[in-house]
């Protein structure tokens, strides 16, 4: 019997892939909220869930070391997705990514005047990339989490981060100025593990296909 492992990070990315994975007949045993264990068997035998974190899924699923994985575009395009295959946007986890600043910014005239900015965020790669194209300087700044606080405290005249709800900004007395991209999860598959126990994951992204479209079809009516 092939083992099947799927890599999952908690919290949004872990309570949204649960629909899909029951559509693929796999209900996890534990939550991984309360519980602490990292591998998490499943109503299926031969499929068992790691838990990691959001930016770590490409990693365990480029080496190997999971099957397939669950990641944000956002992770994805600032890593970089060699050695994974990547089937399926799942439709899931959806925000983007945008450049806000402090309400009191004028960020159009500082762009028009060429000043230097100072941006503040985890998407270096990101960052620069957007910032090049439009021919806006920069001076990156990295952090690991909370961007939003960057230009409360002077920081940093910007940030680029994810924006769902938008109560974040708007609790911390930022706007969007720009928008980069729209993120979702996508569904990560080993190049190699396809190959070889192929007639294991092939069914499940087929599963995972299927729920992706009907939730599409629902959503549309
Ligand atoms: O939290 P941790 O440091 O462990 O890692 P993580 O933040 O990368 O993980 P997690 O679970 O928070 O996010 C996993 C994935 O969910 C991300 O990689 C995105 O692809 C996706 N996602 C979707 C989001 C959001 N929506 C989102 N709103 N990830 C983060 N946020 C944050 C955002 O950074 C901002 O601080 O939520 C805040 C804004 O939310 P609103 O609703 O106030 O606009
Ligand atoms: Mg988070």
Do not use: W
Not at 136 to 159: F, N, R, T
Request: contains cysteine; neutral net charge.
């Amino acid at each position: 019997m092939n083992r099947i492992t799927i890599a999952l990070s908690k919290g949004r990315i872990f309570s949204e892939t649960l629909p899909l994975l029951q559509a693929a007949g796999i209900r996890p045993l534990e939550d991984p909220e309360s519980s602490r264990r990292l591998i998490i068997g499943t109503s299926r035998p031969d499929v068992s869930i790691i838990i990691v974190r959001a930016s770590d899924v490409p990693t365990y699923v480029r080496y190997g070391a999971a099957d397939l994985g669950v990641a944000g575009k956002d992770v994805l395009h600032e890593q970089g997705a060699e050695g994974v295959y990547q089937p399926l946007d799942l439709a899931i986890a959806r925000c983007r990514m945008m450049v806000a600043v402090p309400a009191d910014f004028d960020y159009a005239s500082a762009v028009r005047q060429g000043a230097r900015l100072r941006v503040a965020t985890k998407y270096l790669k990101t960052a620069r990339e957007h910032f090049a194209a439009k021919g806006v300087h920069v001076d990156l700044i990295k952090l690991y989490g909370s961007m939003e606080l960057a230009p409360l405290v002077g920081l940093a005249d910007a940030i680029v981060d994810l924006v769902s709800t938008g109560s974040t900004l708007r609790a911390n007395n930022l706007i969007a100025v720009e928008d980069i991209m729209p993120v979702s999860a996508r569904l990560i598959v080993n190049q190699a593990a396809l190959k070889l126990k192929g007639a294991a994951i092939q069914p499940l992204i087929d599963a995972f296909a299927g729920a992706v479209q009907a939730e599409e079809a629902h959503a549309a009516d």
